[in-house]
């Protein structure tokens, strides 16, 4: 990956052809060491958000051990890419090909379901297997999140008391699992979903060894600071207390946004600036799929490889590069008046579903990537989280003692339950 101090260096010594990507992995380092250093369970990365190797490689050095995959081409690259890591496969729904790959050639364990159709498919794929820790999503409330997610998944409260029994009965281990929505703006959000899956596990009557709250923890966008993550951490560790699990239950989380989202940005250059239509080489096709869909409001500068730039001070309407009309930036943008063919922007906040989301539509769709060192445009991770950058060696070594020390705590528990 070629290194650059800074986007501006990269465009000032060489040719932008095709949309890059500026890669953080610094700053990726310190959003991972701050949540695996403040949530007080284990820390699942959400492949999805994104799967660039450079990223399942950086959280890895930042000491990351467990990832959330939702299809086997995920479980392959986090096999491949980071030995002893263990794989969870929290898709709901399945091909009965993935799951027995996943079980019996890439080891993997963990599996979610949401319905009794898709436990019996999990449990005649792994043909019954005795080591299997299966995760029950449950269906909550995404208000208060800017993306919500409910609707698709989760198991609702007339079937989940039973569902939740008839998991417990297979596993080895049982979890329950929701997820709020993503870039959840409420802390409180969390807080209720913790109530209403406690509820549900009382109506249930078994024991749950493990609670994952899911993903959903936000970045920040423009229009969109949500309050510090610290206070995410306090609704869920208060929620965990009151919950009807056993003391020694484990908790989990699957951030995809909030770990990666500030550590990406991504230069698409303009080919053509016709009155105030620019057109862009990224667009809906690309990277830039929220932004359009989700009319998701992503923070914009311009950078130009000779010559200065004028004030930012006049409007104009972005097209992507695709041949279809809706590839088509909603709202206007104001931008320097002089822009010109050429000039490069760069569009910040992009790690989260930004280069994940890029297609060949129109045989576009390449993204290249380099390393950048400069600061992102906002961080959830300031002060002491900074201060973790330091820290950053000790903190990898210290995993290694960590998380055995918790699979033994977990194997004694399990013990202890057997026996009483
Ligand atoms: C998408 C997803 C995540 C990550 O969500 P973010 O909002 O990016 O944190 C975590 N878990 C599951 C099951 C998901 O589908």
């Known amino acids: 990956m070629s290194r650059y101090h800074t986007p501006l260096d990269l465009v000032r010594s060489r040719p932008v052809e095709g949309p890059v990507a500026c890669a953080r992995p610094d700053r990726l380092a310190i959003a991972a060491t701050w949540f695996q250093d403040n949530f007080p369970g284990e820390v699942l990365y959400a492949v999805k958000a994104n799967p660039s190797p450079w990223v399942i490689d950086a959280l890895y050095a930042a000491g990351m051990r467990w990832f959330d995959a939702a299809s086997l081409p995920e479980v392959e690259l986090v096999r491949e890419r980071c030995p002893g890591a263990t794989i969870a496969y929290m898709h709901p729904v399945k091909s009965r090909h993935a799951i027995r790959r996943a079980y019996f050639d890439h080891g993997v364990k963990i599996f979610v379901l949401d319905c009794e159709a898709e436990l019996k498919k999990i449990l005649e794929e792994t043909q019954y297997a005795k080591d299997l820790t299966l995760v029950v999503r449950l269906a909550v409330s995404n208000e208060g999140s800017a993306l919500p997610l409910a609707g698709k998944f989760g198991a609702g409260e007339a079937e989940a008391p039973d569902l939740i029994r008839q998991a417990r009965a297979h596993a080895d281990e049982l979890g329950v699992s929701f997820h709020v929505g993503s870039q959840c703006m409420a ?82 250059r303009v080919e053509l600036v016709k009155g ?71 569009i910040g906040m992009l790690g989260a579903y930004g280069t994940a989301m890029a297609t060949r539509f129109n045989g576009f769709g390449d993204v290249e990537t380099c390393q950048v060192d400069d600061y992102p445009w906002a961080s959830l991770y300031t002060g002491s989280a900074a201060e973790a950058v330091a820290a950053l060696p000790a903190t990898a070594a210290e995993e290694r003692v960590v998380p055995f020390a918790r699979a033994q705590r977990r194997r004694r528990n399990r013990l202890m339950k057997r026996r009483g």
Not at 218 to 245: C, H, N, Q, W
Not at 289 to 316: C, N
Request: charged share 20%.
């Open 187 to 268: 802390p409180g959000t969390y807080r209720a979903a913790m109530a209403e899956v406690s509820r549900l596990i009382v109506q249930a009557g078994v024991t749950v060894d493990i609670v994952d709250v899911g993903g959903g923890f936000p970045s920040v966008y423009p229009g969109m600071r949500p309050p510090p993550l610290a206070d995410y951490i306090t609704a869920i560790k208060d929620a965990f207390e009151d919950m009807m699990v056993l003391e020694n239950a484990d908790l989990w989380c699957e951030p995809g946004r909030a770990l990666i989202a500030e550590s990406v940005s991504v230069l698409t």
């Open 276 to 346: 105030n239509q620019v057109h862009l080489n990224d667009g809906a096709y690309g990277c830039l799929y929220d932004m359009v869909y989700a009319k998701w409001p992503f923070p914009i500068r311009v950078h130009r490889a000779d010559g200065d730039l004028t004030e930012q001070s006049e409007e104009f309407k972005l097209y992507g590069p695709t041949c279809d009309s809706i590839d088509t930036m909603p709202g206007l943008h104001t931008l320097p008046a002089d822009l010109a063919e050429g000039d490069v922007l760069e």
